[in-house]
């Protein structure tokens, strides 16, 4: 497997494989130069690597090793290499094949390097002529050259035929090709989690799939610009994203392209559409996507439908997120009463009579900070303090809320923070933009969110919103609605009169 994994290496596009070299000149230099770490400095590295890649169980780590070569004291070695403080300056050395072993086998984002050399490709190989062009025009994103043997020499391989050979068995690895649109091996189909990524734009820089979250959105892969079909499927991208936008639906284009590649062709085209970077086909092997794949995402990041580039997409409706009905579709819980009438007024009171404007949780230099920020959320804010109005909505909440959510979540849970009246009012465009309130470490113990109306009917707009589940509602006075903190969730902007709602959150109990 170490042998299979040093060829992939040699068969990286050049700027990855120049990075992935760099990392590992950079290790060997440290180990060499660097001063012996403490026993507690390489335990404490070692847990941290652990904690970073899920392996805290022996039996989780134990499979980790065996999936790469390594013996638990091969692995501690490479924790006493991680261990060291020095970072050597300059230029100089060489690089052996086990200081780019070693390097693989730690650094982020080298694991497919390891799950394809592990893997055996099937015994029928496709000819070497159509492997290398799979190889150069999808993979890399470039015309085959014209001279193999220098090809083959700038990868490290002694002869065209080896590197050949190697591309023959890189090729089988990915099994044969799929229908148009249809999903490959154990790709994501229809209903599947979109597999998640991060590639580079040239005009924005690096790109989150997770910031589609809430939007309905297409995926296209083109294949290299530089073929006729790869050209013309993303000029017909750019011209549905336009009428798609309408929508409020998003459309990336994917090509194995390099950035500058990609920057020369949308300033040829005058293209709108984003494109994104996918050196190495890696996010295209994940979706199963051949060059002309469309793959359409609900507004939850989930895979709605597949097509082709050369069929009409995006058309037919993908129908709502979640189940039919007239009840939520948002894995939401709704707890009817669970405010008195008489204790919604209370506290509509105690608003009128002190608020300001609301913050949000951020970390800062010192830790969890209130920021006000007009721009995502505009509510006034009341917090509760009267201690005989805080200690009877205390009571009614823990025995009416609480116990509903340890029932339904399997989950004891206690108020983890103050109590807030909130109110959003037409006059200052009340409203909350989408967001997650577990966002960062600030959020500390929260585990759900709690919003009880206290006023419904005395306002128009304000609807709680869950985009993802394109789902909104509107609870009925004193109704209580707790869902998770990971939820993408907004309040839209009220229009008339003003909604008042105590909010709060819920964390573990002891």
């Known amino acids: 497997m170490e042998r299979r994994a040093l060829e992939l290496v040699r068969l990286l596009d050049e700027d990855a494989r120049g990075a992935l070299l760099q990392g590992a000149l950079l290790r060997a230099r440290q180990r060499d130069l660097g001063p012996a770490p403490t026993p507690e400095a390489v335990r404490a590295q070692a847990l941290a690597f652990r904690k970073a890649r899920g392996l805290l169980k022996a039996s989780e780590l134990d499979r980790w090793l065996s999936s790469r070569a390594l013996t638990p004291r091969g692995f501690a070695a490479l924790m006493a290499d991680e261990a060291r403080v020095l970072v050597a300056q300059g230029e100089g050395g060489a690089v052996t094949p086990g200081d780019v072993l070693d390097y693989l086998r730690v650094a982020l984002g080298t694991e497919g390097l390891w799950r394809e050399a592990a893997l055996e490709g099937p015994e029928a190989r496709a000819p070497a002529a159509e492997a290398a062009r799979w190889y150069f025009e999808q993979r890399l994103g470039v015309a085959v050259p014209e001279d193999l043997e220098e090809a083959a020499a700038q990868r490290d391989f002694d002869d065209s035929s080896d590197f050949l050979e190697a591309v023959r068995r890189l090729h089988a690895r990915q099994g044969p090709p799929a229908a148009p649109g249809a999903p490959s091996g154990g790709a994501a189909g229809p209903g599947d989690p979109a597999p998640s990524f991060q590639l580079e734009n040239h005009a924005v820089g690096s790109v989150r799939l997770e910031l589609l979250a809430g939007r309905r959105a297409a995926l296209v892969f083109t294949g290299s610009l530089s073929t006729k079909e790869g050209a013309r499927w993303a000029l017909q991208a750019g011209r549905r994203s336009e009428e798609l936008a309408e929508d409020g639906r998003a459309v990336l284009v994917l090509t194995p392209d390099a950035l500058d590649v990609q920057a020369a062709f949308v300033r040829s085209q005058d293209l709108a559409v984003p494109l994104l970077s996918d050196r190495g086909g890696e996010v295209a092997a994940r979706y199963g996507a051949?060059?002309?794949?469309?793959?359409?995402?609900?507004?939850?990041?989930?895979?709605?439908?597949?097509?082709?580039?050369?069929?009409?997409?995006?058309?037919?409706?993908?129908?709502?997120?979640?189940?039919?009905?007239?009840?939520?579709?948002?894995?939401?819980?709704?707890?009817?009463?669970?405010?008195?009438?008489?204790?919604?007024?209370?506290?509509?009171?105690?608003?009128?009579?002190?608020?300001?404007?609301?913050?949000?949780?951020?970390?800062?230099?010192?830790?969890?900070?209130?920021?006000?920020?007009s721009g995502l959320k505009r509510r006034l804010d009341h917090v509760l303090a009267d201690p005989t109005l805080l200690g009877e909505v205390r009571r009614q909440l823990a025995s009416r809320v609480l116990p509903e959510v340890e029932r339904c979540f399997q989950r004891r849970v206690e108020l983890s923070e103050a109590l807030r009246v909130g109110a959003y009012r037409a006059e200052d465009r009340g409203h909350f933009a989408p967001h997650r309130d577990d966002a960062n470490a600030a959020a500390g113990r929260r585990r759900f969110a709690l919003a009880v109306n206290l006023n419904t009917g005395s306002y128009r707009g304000g609807r709680l919103r869950f985009p993802e589940y394109e789902d909104s509602l509107d609870a009925p006075r004193g109704s209580a609605v707790v869902y998770s903190v990971a939820l993408l969730h907004a309040v839209g902007e009220v229009t008339d009169g003003a909604r008042m709602a105590l909010v709060g959150f819920l964390g573990d109990a002891p």
């Not at 507004?299 to 979640?322: I, Q």
């Not at 009171?349 to 800062?364: F, K, P, Q, Y």
């Open 290 to 373: 051949a060059p002309g794949t469309v793959v359409e995402l609900d507004a939850n990041l989930r895979v709605a439908r597949r097509s082709h580039a050369g069929e009409p997409w995006g058309e037919a409706p993908l129908g709502p997120a979640g189940a039919a009905g007239d009840g939520p579709r948002a894995p939401v819980l709704l707890i009817p009463g669970a405010l008195a009438p008489d204790t919604c007024g209370s506290l509509c009171a105690a608003w009128a009579s002190d608020h300001r404007e609301g913050a949000v949780t951020r970390l800062g230099a010192r830790g969890a900070e209130a920021t006000v920020a």
